[in-house]
């Protein structure tokens, strides 16, 4: 399985791509889509459209995860971090892939064993489990976190899927 991590916002966007096999992890690449500040908001969510969408022919993953927004003082900062985000969850599913969305908290916990990890723990944490990784900066080492947490949850995500399915059938 080849995941595509997400992390969402309208500066930058990081994204980190790793390969699973079984237990098994495997750092691929990773980076991050900026747009340009100095445009109107419809302009740089088209550079964030392109970049991810970029991403995804260039590295061609199987599936993709983003990490859910948390709530700002500013609201809007929250709408356009939403929007953003909502570009990171549209061009994935365009290109047919399943998309899953994890909170902060579940992804630092997964990464780091606890929900309120410090950035610095994050990242080291990513780096141990990605050896040889050359993390470019900090939305890119967010973004590798997401998709371990992916790497974690995707099969159990894929059970109980498929359980609810076919539980909605036989009803």
């Given at each position: 399985m080849r995941l595509l991590g997400l992390d969402p916002g309208l500066r930058h966007t990081g994204?980190?791509?790793?390969?699973?096999?079984?237990?098994?992890?495997r750092h691929l690449g990773n980076g991050a889509v900026a747009s340009d500040g100095t445009l109107g908001l419809s302009e740089r969510l088209v550079q964030l459209y392109d970049g991810i969408n970029q991403v995804i022919i260039d590295w061609q993953?199987?599936?993709?995860?983003?990490?859910?927004?948390?709530?700002?003082?500013?609201?809007?900062?929250?709408?356009?971090?939403?929007?953003?985000r909502?570009?990171?969850l549209l061009v994935p599913s365009l290109?047919?892939?399943a998309v899953e969305e994890y909170a902060p908290n579940k992804i630092k916990k997964s990464v780091v064993g606890a929900?309120?990890?410090?950035k610095h723990q994050i990242h080291a944490?990513?780096?141990m489990l990605l050896p040889g990784?050359?993390?470019?900066?900090e939305h890119a080492a967010d973004a590798l976190a997401v998709a371990i947490c992916h790497a974690h949850y995707a099969g159990?995500?894929?059970?109980?899927?498929?359980?609810t399915m076919m539980v909605g059938r036989s009803t």
């Open positions: 994204w980190g791509i790793i390969e699973v096999e079984g237990n098994s992890l993953p199987t599936e993709a995860a983003v990490e859910e927004t948390f709530v700002n003082k500013n609201p809007v900062s929250t709408l356009k971090l939403g929007q953003a909502g570009i990171a290109h047919g892939l929900g309120h990890a410090g944490m990513v780096g990784c050359k993390i470019s900066n159990s995500n894929r059970s109980l899927k498929k359980a």
